[in-house]
């Protein structure tokens, strides 16, 4: 879905400009002043107003969204609009109201708005579409949603290869119902059977020959998707090969859609927020439509591992009281020591799953980013734990053993940090192996780990240097 943005002016400062223009829609509305609210929402582009709309009171929501004067722009706000408030938009307008907004959504649009909807929800939109536009989405639904044809658009454009360019440029030019095509990237090139057999760019369709037939014209490597594959699988290509759309063909080669650049950012989008919740050890995006009962069971078992490590480090604390209760100065260096190495953990297990999302970095790369990791973390460590010697050479130069005190935070620093690198940059890779989300081993495992070792390895250095 495609519209004018040139005549929809953003608004380039997010904070004030937006509140001022929030607080005058406000007035507005509980003035119900019909005729200036469509003229000002007119101006505003889409993305802007999605941003009114999610901050303006409930009651207003609906109201606003249904003042929207053109249909496309209601549409593409539909689309920046959070699921709360689209369930409340949908659950509290008349069907007639909605069917031409719904009727601008491409095919692949619609599929993602009525999956963010309840049943009921779903079947109140659906019963808005035309015979036609249902036709296409029952085609689309049948999809897992989380694959190239739960992501493709059926709307394409397409010629056979014995066509000329002649032909297809003037059928670009003049095709009547162009403006249901959702954009014309590519002109992709099908046999007969509608097997697909290559691809025209509209600058190389300009530059060749009018005579020239299609199939003399095209490029037979094509980058193409299954319509199984996933949708990661689909960004990284479109990504890899910097397209604007990539074609979906079935087993047999039959196109069947294409996937857009623009649905490839909601992906890579999507994808990066669902690792940064994995790895908070939380698994919705949604938090604030949740209840805070939900919210636990999420975050609970995630925790549950940092708990039990926590358990474990103060067993291993008491089994080694007598250390520190003869060596007291210890206690001061326990927690700067545990610190490092687990931010140096953090670093590590970011670089490895962000490097396993984007297939940059892959299974077979282990050794080299172990040996990568590796150093960095003796770099790291040597430098900090002579800093860290350093200073508690200060804090307690009258301690008779002092030097014994510098050696064991020295020494400890230097391999908690070298251990914290190869556990962060080893445990993605396992769980990518068992196939399991490495950004899991990002969270409470690998700072749970870390934490535990640590504390193992600190009071065993400082029992053999003090030899206690």
Known sequence: MMIDTHSHVPVADSGGKLLKLR????????????KPLEKILSKIHPADLGQVIEGIPE?????????????SVAAEVMATLSTRMLSDVVREADVT???????????????????????ELGAKVTSALTKDSQEELEDLLQYDPNTAGGIMTTEFFSMTDDSRVEQAVEAIRGRADMEDVEMVYYLYVTNSHGRLMGVVSLRQLLLAHPSKLLRDVMNSRIIRTLVTDSQETVAKLVDKYRLLAIPVVDEEGILLGMVTVDDVINVIEDE??????????????????????????????????????GVGAAFVLDQYEATLAQIIQLSAFLPIVMGMAGNVGTQAA??????????????????????????????LGSFYGLMLSLVSYLMFHNFESVPNLMLTVGVSM???????????????????????????????FVLTSIDVLGVINYLIVASIIFDI
């Open 97 to 119: 109201r909605l069917a031409p907004i719904l009727d601008q959504l491409a095919p692949d649009d619609l599929v993602d708005f009525i999956g963010k909807l309840d049943e």
């Open 59 to 71: 009651e207003y929501v609906t109201i606003l969204f249904l003042s929207i004067p053109n249909p």
């Open 272 to 309: 990066t927020t669902r690792e940064m919740l994995a790895m908070a050890g939380t698994s919705s995006s949604e938090l604030l439509t949740q209840s805070p009962l939900n919210i636990f069971k999420l975050r609970a078992p995630w925790l549950m591992a940092a708990f039990l490590g």
């Open 414 to 444: 230097l391999m908690n940090i070298c251990l914290a690198a190869i556990i962060a940059s080893s445990l993605p890779m396992l769980f990518q192996r068992l196939g399991t989300d490495p950004a899991l081993a990002s969270g409470p």
């Open 350 to 379: 970011t670089v490895a799953v962000r490097g396993l999302a984007t297939g940059s970095l892959k299974l077979s790369h282990f050794k080299s980013l172990l040996i990568k990791e590796l150093s960095v973390g003796l770099m």
């Open 23 to 34: 607080d005058a829609i406000e007035r507005l509305l509980r003035r119900d002043a019909k």
